[in-house]
């Protein structure tokens, strides 16, 4: 079945469907859970509330309301670990300014933790990873490494500030750089997580038919990413996202593979990766900063030729 109204849907890489209501609104429609990946409760409620919520940002639009997806062994795992988990969710629905209307819960031997979102954006301004344009800027709004530091975080490898850190930066909401790009005017976006940058990166060079050349250097990184990729300790996802984008995938030579590995780092909740006219780049960075996102570095840029081809320089 098909209707004239449903704007984004299965077809596209984009994580989230929009169906148009009116001539002025659309609706966002996503929903994301996962296993825990902190060990603390409540920061995993944050968390997996702030992933969720990535996908409507991604797109420029505003989350309205929210619902819980529980799974939960409460038979064997004390309730006030539940409880804890939804706290840290309905904190930062309340962040987003979002509202929390119901949800589901179901017994489980394994906790999982999510939340589908409903938001609104203007049905001929929001954003999908298909409007990357030859001479566009790539901006990063978070660092990468997440998906290895929580490998080293259930090896018990991780230092109390190091999980401080990785869990401030996971739980932080793309709201300030959606705003931020949205008062700016760009052409493209998508978030970054479980495919990593390349993966997510990849997904917007065959959309966009376009040309995505990184250059390495620039690519902020949790410094604690690079030691424990050269101790091996990045999981299996990651490799995967590697190999999956490695036909696509033109490596400069003298770029170091740990960079690559990290390139390819499985993401929980990571930032937005916008395509943004060169011109207004530099309003673009200004924006971020001023709202001091996790990170706003110029990492690349799209060029035409060759399409759905990653350069790494
Ligand atoms: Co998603
Ligand atoms: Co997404
Ligand atoms: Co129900």
């Keep these: 079945m ?11 890489s984009d994580d989230a469907g929009v169906y148009r209501l009116t001539p002025e609104i659309a609706l966002i429609q996503t929903v994301d859970f996962f296993t825990p990946i902190v060990n603390d409760p409540y920061d995993f409620g944050r968390v997996a ?12 639009g505003k989350p309205l309301t929210c619902m819980n997806i529980v799974c939960f062994p409460v038979k064997d795992v004390d309730k006030t670990v539940l409880r804890a988990i939804l706290e840290g969710g309905l904190d930062t629905i309340h962040k987003a300014g979002a509202l929390m209307v119901g949800g589901h819960s179901v017994e489980d031997p394994e906790i999982k933790y999510g939340l589908s979102v409903t938001g609104l954006v203007h049905p001929e301004k929001f954003l999908t990873n298909a409007g990357a344009k030859p001479g566009d800027m790539l901006v990063l709004t978070k660092p990468l490494g997440t998906g290895i530091l929580a490998t080293a975080l259930k090896a018990r490898m991780l230092g109390e500030g190091a999980i401080k850190n ?7 909401l793309n709201k300030d750089a959606a705003e931020a790009m949205v008062e700016t005017g760009v052409n493209a976006c998508t978030d970054i ?9 990849l997904g917007m060079a065959k959309a966009s038919k376009a040309c995505i050349r990184f250059h390495a250097g620039r690519v902020p990184v949790i410094p604690e990413a690079m030691t424990f990729a050269s101790m091996g300790i990045v999981p299996g996802g990651s490799r995967l996202n590697e190999r999956f984008c490695s036909k696509h995938l033109d490596v ?3 770029i170091d593979p740990l960079l690559v590995n990290i390139l390819a780092d499985a993401q929980t909740s990571g930032g937005l990766l ?8 530099g309003d673009l960075v200004k924006r971020l900063k001023d709202r001091d996102t996790p990170a706003a570095d110029i990492v690349g840029e799209v060029m035409s030729e060759p399409a759905g081809v990653i350069q790494i320089r």
């Design 252 to 254: 400069g030579s003298g």
């Design 193 to 201: 997580t479980g495919f990593g940058l390349l993966g997510h990166a």
């Design 166 to 172: 990785v869990t401030g930066i996971m739980a932080a």
């Design 2 to 12: 098909t209707d004239a109204n449903l704007l984004v849907g299965i077809e596209t």
């Design 274 to 281: 916008i395509s943004v006219p060169k011109d207004k780049c």
């Design 49 to 60: 509330a702030a992933n969720s919520l990535s996908d409507v940002y991604a797109m420029g």
